[in-house]
């Protein structure tokens, strides 16, 4: 996960760098793509030492490149500088945040919080110096003041409730009451009316399926259309390029003219007022258009016979006449597709939501009801099996599921182990849960000791045989492994099919591969002491 997740940050930097763009830019956007995946949590993890590396090498170098003897000779171009950011940037983002709608109180906050350059003013700097498109006198400047304004913005953040009592007592009481109210009318604007959605529905699906046609053209004529001419001729090379062209853009080129507002939306305003039928068959005669066009932008690209564009373009407004249907379906499949892959972050934690409302629901009755608590980081219970616990004796309470991640286990048995930070769906009465709850935060708050605590790192999984003309373990269970090698079997392997998480009273068969997950020196002594494999 860590060298594909680095691997995709440096090839889009790599396509950025090449399409004329910063490289930062394509680390944030691959940045922002991953955010946004069902792995988010692990790969931040995963990128932990690797984002604190770099970061201490951006830092250092940053730091590297303050030099107090020029900042001392251009004190007063950073000092009005300096006060012109603070100044500038405080009432000018404050007054935006009031334009957008926000209360005072709220942009004041945002206009302190903003008031400074960061340290890519550097970057910014040194880069316009290394291309000669700057002087020697900018960069000093820049350093100097983003140094001072990084020190100056927590004490704004921090006095930021001050300066909005301050004004509060000094404004016009007219003046704040306006404020605040037009933040609560722009608050609770009504949705657009159907003719806005209608437009912007229009707009969108001309401008998304616009780019991905155009996309989709250049690089065929930039790529596939360059290594064909090794193949085939040049005509020939074209030709093949148009074809798969109009393959790949069709369903995008059909989306402009076919995917449009429902039929009933439509015939509502078309027979509501003659005014509106104007519209209508300028949004339609607009969209009829941009399909012309597109048809003649891509054969343009291969050929230059205009005659020629012109009857393909009507031959294939023709054939997506007839094979609508199918075009349809094909379209409306990669937009689910596409929204769920955008989605499917959102999507699998409303699950997860779901699920434990439903178990909520499900054991909530009488005084017994669900409660999520946290498992501390210090506990001396983490990797001990369930069963070995025995909560359900001590507490009166049972545990629904353990939440770890994305991934949920519902109804864990006595063998499930618990890791730092799970979440765990604790089942009880008001007392047991509350009782649970204090030994839970006794657990957590009391340093772990050595003799107490289970060590995992000690702990190993290793696969065992049980030869066939090995007949001492011949009628044992596996819960005569269990208390012998203290440890789980956590499989059965027997007979070409796997047994998980087997019961104690299952009976051990030779040539079984046995799986077990015990203490290394607890294993090790089991399998020497019935020489084991």
């Given at each position: 996960?860590?060298?594909?997740?680095?691997?995709?940050?440096?090839?889009?930097?790599?396509?950025?760098?090449?399409?004329?763009?910063?490289?930062?830019?394509?680390?944030?956007?691959?940045?922002?793509?991953?955010?946004?995946?069902?792995?988010?949590?692990?790969?931040?993890?995963?990128?932990?030492?690797?984002?604190?590396?770099?970061?201490?090498?951006?830092?250092?170098?940053?730091?590297?490149?303050?030099?107090?003897?020029?900042m001392y000779e251009h004190k007063w171009a950073i000092f009005i500088v300096t006060l012109l950011t603070i100044i500038g940037k405080l009432v000018f983002t404050a007054l935006g945040a009031i334009i957008s709608g926000q209360p005072l109180k709220q942009s004041v906050q945002v206009g302190m919080s903003m008031a400074q350059i960061g340290e890519f003013a550097f970057i910014v700097a040194g880069l316009g110096l290394s291309l000669g498109v700057t002087s020697e006198f900018l960069f000093p400047v820049a350093v100097g003041v983003s140094a001072i304004t990084t020190f100056t913005t927590p004490y704004l953040i921090k006095s930021s409730d001050k300066v909005y009592s301050f004004l509060e007592k000094i404004l016009p009481q007219k003046f704040i009451q306006g404020i605040e109210k037009y933040s609560s009318d722009t608050q609770h604007?009504?949705?657009?009316?159907?003719?806005?959605?209608?437009?912007?529905?229009?707009?969108?699906?001309?401008?998304?399926?616009?780019?991905?046609?155009?996309?989709?053209?250049?690089?065929?004529?930039?790529?596939?259309l360059f290594l064909l001419t090794d193949w085939f001729t040049y005509f020939g090379a074209s030709l093949v390029s148009l074809v798969l062209t109009f393959v790949l853009c069709i369903p995008f080129i059909w989306a402009i003219i076919g995917n449009r507002p429902k039929r009933e939306i439509i015939r509502e305003f078309w027979d509501e007022s003659n005014y509106n039928r104007a519209p209508i068959i300028t949004i339609i005669s607009i969209r009829l258009t941009l399909v012309v066009v597109a048809v003649i932008f891509i054969y343009n690209q291969f050929f230059s016979s205009t005659i020629a564009s012109i009857v393909l373009t009507i031959g294939l407004l023709i054939m997506m006449y007839f094979l609508s249907k199918y075009f349809n379906k094909f379209y409306n499949y990669i937009q689910t597709k596409f929204i769920y892959n955008l989605n499917e972050r959102e999507i699998l934690n409303k699950k997860i939501e779901e699920r434990q409302k439903k178990v909520k629901f499900q054991y909530t009755w009488d005084n017994t009801h669900i409660s999520d608590m946290i498992v501390p980081q210090n506990a001396n219970f983490i990797?001990?099996?369930?069963?070995?616990?025995?909560?359900?004796?001590?507490?009166?309470?049972?545990?629904?599921?353990?939440?770890?991640?994305?991934?949920?286990?519902?109804?864990?048995?006595?063998?499930?182990?618990?890791?730092?930070?799970?979440?765990?769906?604790?089942?009880?009465?008001?007392?047991?849960?509350?009782r649970f709850e204090k030994y839970l935060q006794i657990i957590?708050?009391?340093?772990?000791?050595?003799?107490?605590?289970?060590?995992?790192?000690?702990?190993?999984?290793?696969?065992?045989?049980?030869?066939?003309?090995?007949?001492?373990?011949?009628?044992?269970?596996?819960?005569?492994?269990?208390?012998?090698?203290?440890?789980?079997?956590?499989?059965?392997?027997?007979?070409?099919?796997?047994?998980?998480?087997?019961?104690?009273?299952?009976?051990?068969?030779l040539g079984d591969y046995l799986t077990i997950v015990a203490d290394k020196k607890n294993l090790k002594t089991f399998i020497q002491d019935y020489n084991l494999k």
């Open positions: 996960m860590l060298i594909i997740s680095i691997g995709l940050c440096l090839g889009m930097v790599y396509i950025a760098d090449s399409a004329g763009f910063s490289i930062e830019l394509g680390a944030f956007v691959m940045g922002s793509i991953l955010a946004e995946t069902v792995y988010a949590e692990k790969i931040e993890h995963n990128f932990q030492s690797v984002k604190n590396l770099f970061a201490t090498i951006f830092f250092i170098s940053i730091g590297m490149m303050i030099d107090p003897v020029s604007i009504q949705n657009e009316n159907k003719w806005k959605e209608i437009i912007k529905q229009t707009i969108s699906t001309i401008f998304i399926n616009g780019i991905i046609i155009i996309a989709i053209t250049l690089i065929v004529k930039s790529y596939l990797g001990v099996p369930l069963g070995d616990l025995d909560w359900r004796t001590k507490f009166q309470i049972n545990i629904a599921y353990i939440k770890r991640g994305d991934r949920i286990i519902q109804t864990p048995n006595s063998e499930s182990i618990l890791y730092p930070f799970d979440k765990i769906g604790i089942i009880g009465t008001d007392e047991h849960i509350q957590g708050e009391t340093p772990p000791e050595n003799n107490d605590l289970k060590n995992t790192d000690n702990f190993t999984l290793d696969k065992v045989v049980i030869p066939h003309d090995f007949c001492v373990l011949e009628h044992k269970s596996i819960g005569w492994v269990k208390d012998t090698a203290k440890g789980i079997v956590v499989s059965i392997e027997r007979d070409g099919k796997m047994i998980h998480n087997p019961d104690r009273n299952v009976p051990i068969e």
